[in-house]
């Protein structure tokens, strides 16, 4: 499946910003049972998880969002949304957005660019 993600951006420490991960091309019976997720890739370090939301709408979060972050998703329009709140220059990385069928297949955005500046 084909990911869009969108919504990066620059804000300062303690701002918020909301993240989105359209699949305009699937269609419900592909996406609905896809868990997604968050990943992020900050300069030199390897690729975390942030945060995953699944078929089933459980969702699980990185230690370090914990509290500041919240995935949800929006079946009817095909969205995975991120929306991150008092962000920390740490935070700052390129965020993709992933797509998994649960059979193997896995399919990622072409990432968007959050920079918190302290």
């Known amino acids: 499946v084909q990911l869009q993600a969108s919504g990066g951006g620059l804000v300062q420490a303690g701002g918020s910003l909301r993240l989105s991960c359209a699949a305009p091309?699937?269609?419900?019976?592909?996406?609905?049972?896809?868990?997604m997720g968050w990943y992020r890739q900050a300069p030199g370090a390897q690729r975390e998880l942030v945060a995953a939301?699944?078929?089933?709408?459980?969702?699980n979060y990185a230690d370090s969002v914990k509290g500041r972050f919240t995935i949800s998703r929006d079946n009817a329009r095909k969205m995975v949304y991120l929306q991150m709140k008092s962000l920390k220059p740490e935070d700052t990385a390129v965020y993709y957005c992933?797509?998994?069928?649960?059979?193997?297949?896995?399919?990622w955005g072409q990432g968007t660019l959050v920079t918190v500046s302290s």
């Open positions: 992933n797509a998994n069928n649960k059979r193997g297949d896995e399919s």
């Open positions: 939301i699944t078929s089933g709408r459980i969702t």
């Open positions: 091309r699937a269609i419900s019976s592909t996406f609905n049972p896809l868990d």
